[in-house]
C-alpha cells in the first residue's frame, strides 16, 4: 500500500516589513495574517475531511509555523524535509525593484530560463518529484501534506502539466496558503486540484518573497 494522495501547501504570509526577497534567508517568520492563512488552510484540509496522515514541511521557519496548525488539527508531529525547502538566490536580501536597475547584478539576469539568479528550474523539479515520490511510497495510507514554497510547488505543476519549466514569475497560480494535490497516475503523477482557503485573506497580504 501507498498513500492516497500528495497536497503541496504553500507557507502563509510573511512578516517582512521591509519588502525584501528572503529566499532562505534565516528570521523570516509568518506575520498574524499569515498565522491565520496558515490555519484557513489547516481548516479546509480537515472539512474536505482529507485523511492526512503525515505532514512533512522544509526547514524554514515560514513553512515549519505553516505546518503546525495542520499538525494541530490531525494531531500530528509536522517531519522535516531539506528538498522542500525555497531555492537560493542571488536577490535574497534585496528589494527587486531597485536591484534588477543595479548593473551589478546583471549578470544574474542574463538567462531567466535558466534561471542564471538561483537555483535551476530543472534541478528544482527533479528533487520535489523524488521528494512527492518519497513521501508517497514511504507512506502506507492515508494523505500526505508537504508544505513548501510556491516556486518548488509551481515546479511540480508544470512538470506533471507537462508544460515548459520556464515562466514569468508574476504568472503563478500559487497563493498564500494555498493547496495543490497530486494523484498518482501510471508510474507519475497528476493534479488533481487546486484550492485557495485563505483567498478572503489575500487583499491586505504582502507576497514578495519569491522570484
Known amino acids: 500500500m501507498s498513500a492516497s494522495r500528495i497536497h503541496l501547501v504553500r507557507h502563509g504570509e510573511v512578516h517582512n516589513p ?13 506575520s498574524t ?3 491565520r492563512m496558515a490555519a484557513a488552510a489547516a481548516l479546509a484540509l ?11 514541511a522544509s526547514p524554514l521557519q515560514r513553512t515549519q509555523e505553516s505546518a503546525a496548525p495542520i499538525g494541530k488539527r490531525f494531531e500530528l508531529e509536522p517531519e522535516l524535509d531539506e528538498r522542500l525547502i525555497e531555492p537560493a538566490n542571488h536577490f535574497e536580501g534585496r528589494v527587486m525593484a531597485r536591484a534588477v536597475r543595479d548593473p551589478r547584478n546583471w549578470f544574474a539576469l542574463r538567462n531567466p530560463r535558466v534561471p542564471t539568479w538561483g537555483e535551476p528550474y530543472v534541478s528544482i523539479s527533479a528533487r520535489m518529484l523524488a521528494a512527492v515520490h518519497d513521501a508517497w511510497e514511504s507512506t502506507p495510507d492515508g ?10 510547488i509551481w515546479m511540480v505543476h508544470s512538470t506533471v502539466a507537462g508544460i515548459p519549466l520556464p515562466h514569468d514569475p508574476r504568472k503563478r497560480r500559487c497563493a498564500l496558503s494555498s493547496i495543490t494535490t497530486l494523484e498518482r497516475s501510471g508510474d507519475g503523477f497528476i493534479e488533481v486540484s487546486y484550492r485557495d482557503p485563505a483567498a478572503g485573506l489575500a487583499t491586505a497580504a504582502t507576497d514578495v518573497g519569491a522570484v
Open 18 to 30: 521591509s519588502r525584501v526577497l528572503y529566499g532562505r534567508l534565516p528570521g523570516f517568520r509568518l
Open 46 to 56: 480537515q472539512d474536505e475531511h482529507a485523511p492526512v496522515s503525515r505532514i512533512i
Open 33 to 35: 495574517l499569515g498565522e
Open 143 to 152: 494523505d500526505v501534506v508537504l508544505v513548501s514554497h510556491q516556486l518548488p
